[in-house]
């Protein structure tokens, strides 16, 4: 897990090193959504069937949701005090997802926690295949109201040594146990939060976390959910006979969050067999594939609007 405290040499280094422009982890997602040909030995942990379908022979493991869910489930954590009342709701919303499809799981949260998990039934989650060489991709959208609270949380990994990322919070910020990726402030548009492990598991670099993927895990494989989150407004109505929980009217959306997307996936070898040949437009900043910015004098691959090109 990464520290919090500083000596007085390293705080005069990153005085020094304040102009150091940090890795670029979210992008808005690009037309048609992630492409599938850029990446091998994909890990599911959540995606629609056909990006499943997408990712074809690459895929390493998968570990999607079964659809009778008796593998693995996604659920709403509930109530302490009410069995049939949720904290987290399973919000209706007609947004397609990133890629023009209708599946995604929708949530707003009725109080002020509350969380999302992706948990383990008849057998554990196994990833014992991911190596350092990976990247965490996570599709999520802000569906909530322009005035809400809108830092997301996502905790990745096996039980206590979790991954524990925050949406808008600037790279390596804390904010408690969880440490921040950087922004994506517009509501209704999806971004794409792509991570490489060996950043997230760098003790010498912004995150620093220890996380073990070489034992099967317990029942959580991965949580989603708010930071400080505006809870939505909503009346309460009788049992659902088909659920056993209450139903649950919304009135009023606070904090809102849609995910399309939970995977791991290793990127080509080169990255140059997916680049298009094209030219981008030309008011959006452009970026080397180590994610700094560079200008018109530079040559070589670069990634702009969230897609590749040879410059």
């Not at 570990?63 to 987290?88: C, E, I, K, R, S």
């Not at 969380?115 to 295949?129: E, I, M, N, R, V």
């Not at 949406?167 to 548009?189: D, E, R, Y």
């Not at 530079?298 to 090109?309: D, L, P, S, T, W």
């Amino acid at each position: 897990m990464k520290k919090n405290y500083l000596s007085t040499f390293a705080l005069g280094a990153m005085l020094m090193a304040s102009a150091t422009v940090h890795a670029q982890y979210i992008t808005e997602a690009p037309a048609g959504g992630f492409d599938f040909s850029q990446g091998k030995d994909y890990v599911v942990i959540y995606a629609p069937d056909a990006q499943v379908s997408a990712m074809g022979s690459n895929i390493l493991s998968n570990q999607n949701l079964d659809p009778a869910m008796v593998n693995n489930q996604f659920y709403y954590w509930t109530a302490d005090w009410d069995a049939t009342l949720f904290t987290l709701y399973d919000i209706e919303d007609t947004q397609a997802n990133s890629f023009g499809g209708s599946d995604k799981l929708n949530m707003t949260p009725l109080y002020g926690w509350g969380s999302g998990h992706f948990g383990a039934k008849a057998q554990p989650y196994d990833l014992s295949c991911i190596t350092n060489d990976h990247v965490l991709h996570i599709g999520f959208m802000n569906i909530g109201a322009e005035t809400a609270s809108n830092n997301f949380k996502f905790v990745f990994g096996p039980n206590n040594t979790e991954i524990q990322l925050v949406v808008n919070k600037a790279v390596g910020q804390m904010a408690g146990n969880l440490v921040g990726v950087g922004n994506a402030p517009a509501v209704n548009k999806w971004y794409y939060l792509d991570i490489p492990i060996s950043d997230l598991l760098d003790e010498n670099g912004e995150f620093g976390f220890e996380c073990d993927f070489s034992k099967p895990t317990g029942e959580i494989i991965f949580t989603v959910g708010f930071d400080d989150a505006t809870p939505s407004k909503f009346t309460v109505g009788a049992v659902d006979p088909d659920t056993g929980m209450k139903t649950i009217t919304i009135d009023e959306k606070g904090s809102a969050l849609a995910i399309d997307g939970v995977f791991l996936y290793k990127k080509n070898a080169t990255g140059i067999s997916t680049a298009t040949i094209s030219e981008p437009a030309a008011d959006a900043a452009v970026y080397s594939l180590s994610g700094q910015k560079v200008g018109a004098g530079y040559h070589g691959v670069v990634i702009k609007n969230g897609r590749k090109y040879i410059q």
